[in-house]
Structure formats: C-alpha cells, structure tokens
C-alpha cells in the first residue's frame, strides 16, 4: 500500500502496542516505551485509538490478568494525546472485504476493522507488534 509522505506521520495504536506499554512483563515493553517516546518526538505524528483497540486491550488484560491492571487502559490511553475514533456499522462492509481478501491468514476481526478505518481515514502507519497489519500492506512501526 502506498501513501502520500502526510500519511505516515498519521500512527493507529494498536492494542499489542497499548498492551505492551502496560504490562512491563510483556516480550515488547521496553520496545513499546521507546517506539512511543519516538513517535512523540516527531511533531507532526498523529495517533490514533480506534474503540476496537480499547474494548480488545481490557479483554486481553482482563483474562489475563485482573481488573486493576485492566483498567489501566484508560489511563494509558488518556496520557497518549490521541484522536479517538469510532468504528460503525458502516466499516463493516469493507473489514468483511479485507477478512476475505487475506483467508489465508488469521487476520483478526480486530485487525480488519481497523484497517477499514485506517484506509478511510487515510492512516498509513499502525503502532503495533503484531503481523496482522504487514499482511493487510500497512506500514509497522516500530520495525523489530
């Protein structure tokens, strides 16, 4: 996927990213605070938090852990400085498109919704640790 040189500067924080800041256990922690700090740096980025990414960030850390540390999602993403966006009814039909278009991978419902939005949305890089993205033709960042 190509995008215009603006859209780079335009970053979807994933919930592998959102998990990883909270959870210092995580394999991708100390990677997650020094991508953030990174993409902080540059005042041009924008980030961006889709609703999917905080409803599947407190699922995770909820099963795997507990409500406090799921809870905590709120907080982190209240220090990010992002624009919320909202996935709707009307996403729907091209995140069925793009689960049809890579069947051969598991791409997450998740994943797919989000890059329904990012294309409409004109987002061309994705904060994330997941692999999802790279298939769907987004940029990652950070690249490890």
């Known amino acids: 996927m190509v995008f215009e040189d603006i859209y780079r500067t335009y970053v979807l924080v994933d919930s592998s990213a959102l998990i990883a800041l909270i959870d210092a256990r995580d394999q991708n922690h100390n990677y997650s605070i020094v991508g953030l700090n990174e993409l902080r740096k540059d005042s041009d980025t924008r980030l961006f938090i889709c609703n999917l990414t ?10 795997k852990f507990d409500w406090d540390r799921a809870t905590r999602v ?5 220090r990010l400085q992002h624009t919320y966006l909202e996935f709707r009814s009307s996403y729907e039909q091209k995140t069925k498109e793009i689960l049809e278009i890579h069947r051969a991978y598991s791409v997450s419902f998740h994943d797919a919704g989000c890059a329904a939005i990012m ?9 994330t640790f997941d692999n999802d993205f790279s298939v769907i033709g987004f940029e990652r960042y950070p690249t490890i």
Not at 119 to 127: A, H, W, Y
């Open 74 to 78: 709120w907080s982190m993403i209240s």
């Open 119 to 127: 294309l409409d949305k004109k987002i061309g890089r994705v904060f």
């Open 54 to 63: 905080i409803y599947e960030t407190y699922t995770h850390l909820r099963y």
